[in-house]
């Protein structure tokens, strides 16, 4: 054992005898002084027993008993002074220690910079999406199509992105650099992104297209799609609403409840109270003679 961690010769207690006494003098059992100082059992043994090259650094060992003396109500400046002097290997352990808590808050401080960052890509996803579905859907049905494959782009960057970050912080690199840069991109191409313009979209590109106006005189829900299927309304519209979707024919047409529902086709009245109530409706439009 090296000279260092030992207790020097002396005629009197050592400290950990001295700990011991003052313990067992105060009716406090191993296990209660183990629980206080939030050590285990065999530590506290070390320490009773002045072994203390078992308890880690000095700085953790001065600790230790310096909470011991406060729980039993003693001086723990003269105990102190009763230690026998640390190795230089014991200084180095304390070095390593901080060395190694620093490197771990570095560590800390990247991780949490790229948890903020995806969290910034996903609420500026969500953001943008909300934006667009806030637009009248009379005004975005032109765009619909374009709109769908730009919240699929943004969603499968956001994916890439978490799973390079997941991968950089595994493979400790510098991450939050890397990241930033792949954010700041993601960004440019989401501001450089079409934006839903009712004038440009109001009009007819050709003159194949034809117009649906539905009145919801009650909630019901809703699916269309049109000759090249591709769904241009879905959902459930609320009592009151009015609806115009262009595209074009012929539409395959879904309601839930057909009979509280009024249809224009081209500015025509569409007749569908043929079909049963209290069951979906199933139909094209324009009707089949």
Same mark, same amino acid.
């Given at each position: 054992m090296n000279e260092d961690n030992t207790q020097p010769q002396?005629?009197?207690?050592?400290?950990?005898?001295? %700990?011991?006494?003052?313990?067992? $003098?105060? $009716?406090?059992? %191993?296990?209660?002084?183990?629980? %206080?100082?939030?050590? =285990?059992?065999?530590?506290?043994?070390?320490?009773?027993?002045?072994?203390?090259?078992?308890?880690?650094? #000095? =700085?953790?060992? #001065?600790?230790?008993i310096k909470n011991y003396c406060r729980i039993l109500s003693i001086d723990s400046s003269a105990i102190l002074a009763m230690l026998p002097a640390f190795s230089t290997s014991d200084k180095l352990v304390d070095m390593q220690s901080f060395s190694r808590r620093t490197e771990k808050e570095a560590h800390d401080s990247r991780l949490m910079t790229v948890s903020y960052l995806i969290l910034a890509i996903v609420i500026g996803s969500s953001a943008v999406w909300w934006w667009q579905n806030a637009t009248p859907i009379d005004e975005q049905t032109n765009t619909i199509n374009a709109n769908n494959s730009l919240i699929s782009e943004q969603q499968e960057n956001t994916k890439l992105l978490a799973e390079a970050a997941d991968e950089a912080l595994l493979n400790d690199i510098e991450s939050a650099e890397e990241v930033n840069s792949a954010l700041q991109n993601e960004q440019q191409k989401i501001q450089a992104a079409p934006v839903n313009d009712a004038q440009s979209t109001s009009e007819p590109k050709n003159s194949d297209l034809s117009t649906i106006f539905m009145?919801? $005189?009650?909630?019901?829900?809703?699916?269309?799609?049109?000759? $090249?299927?591709?769904?241009?309304?879905?959902?459930?519209?609320?009592a009151g609403y009015e609806m115009t979707l262009t595209g074009v024919a012929p539409f395959s047409v879904v309601l839930g409840k057909h009979d509280v529902v009024r249809i224009t086709l081209n500015g025509e009245p569409v007749d569908i109270s043929a079909f049963p109530k209290n069951r979906l409706a199933k139909f094209k439009l324009p009707l089949a003679e």
């Open positions: 002396s005629d009197g207690p050592s400290v950990g005898q001295m %700990l011991k006494s003052h313990r067992e $003098n105060a $009716n406090i059992s %191993l296990a209660e002084i183990a629980s %206080l100082l939030k050590l =285990t059992e065999s530590q506290v043994e070390h320490i009773e027993s002045d072994e203390y090259h078992l308890l880690g650094a #000095k =700085t953790f060992v #001065k600790g230790y009145m919801f $005189n009650d909630e019901s829900w809703v699916e269309i799609h049109d000759a $090249n299927d591709e769904k241009i309304a879905f959902g459930v519209k609320k």
